[in-house]
């Protein structure tokens, strides 16, 4: 039985074991898919393929360093990232998102990838804490 966020699949590779294969097999038809480019703060790239829609902390989740988060209701900013390319294939920034912005300061142009969702194609972010 697969445990969640992968954690058995984590510990085996920070011990350094070898990591078994999935146990399902992919579904046929997954449905349209994007592509997500995180680069992190020493400006290492990391790249995966999602299901179109899914939050860019979500979709980072399949990383080997994804997006660090802090919350559940998105109040405190700890997962913001800078759009560096594709801005046009998320979703708009919408009220809670603006208000939690502007609470914790956070500078024009930035989002919370726990709220913004890529809607398709290719985008590319900035993430200023990996876990």
């Given at each position: 039985m697969p445990t969640p966020f992968g954690i058995r699949r984590r510990i085996k590779r920070?011990?350094?074991l070898p990591v078994?294969?999935?146990?399902?097999?992919?579904?046929a038809d997954a449905g349209p898919q994007i592509t997500l480019i995180v680069v992190g703060p020493n400006g290492q790239e990391q790249s995966l393929d999602a299901p179109a829609g899914s939050t860019i902390s979500g979709a980072s989740m399949k990383l080997q360093r994804p997006i660090s988060t802090g919350c559940p209701d998105s109040t405190c900013g700890t997962c913001h990232v800078e759009i560096l390319e594709g801005?046009?294939?998320v979703s708009p920034t919408d009220g809670r998102e603006r208000a939690t912005l502007k609470t914790q300061g956070m500078p024009d142009g930035q989002r919370l990838s726990c709220r913004a969702t890529v809607t398709s194609g290719t985008?590319?972010?900035r993430a200023f804490e990996l876990m």
């Amino acid at each position: 039985m697969p445990t969640p966020f992968g954690i058995r699949r984590r510990i085996k590779r920070l011990l350094g074991l070898p990591v078994d294969a999935p146990t399902t097999a992919p579904e046929a038809d997954a449905g349209p898919q994007i592509t997500l480019i995180v680069v992190g703060p020493n400006g290492q790239e990391q790249s995966l393929d999602a299901p179109a829609g899914s939050t860019i902390s979500g979709a980072s989740m399949k990383l080997q360093r994804p997006i660090s988060t802090g919350c559940p209701d998105s109040t405190c900013g700890t997962c913001h990232v800078e759009i560096l390319e594709g801005g046009e294939n998320v979703s708009p920034t919408d009220g809670r998102e603006r208000a939690t912005l502007k609470t914790q300061g956070m500078p024009d142009g930035q989002r919370l990838s726990c709220r913004a969702t890529v809607t398709s194609g290719t985008v590319k972010v900035r993430a200023f804490e990996l876990m």
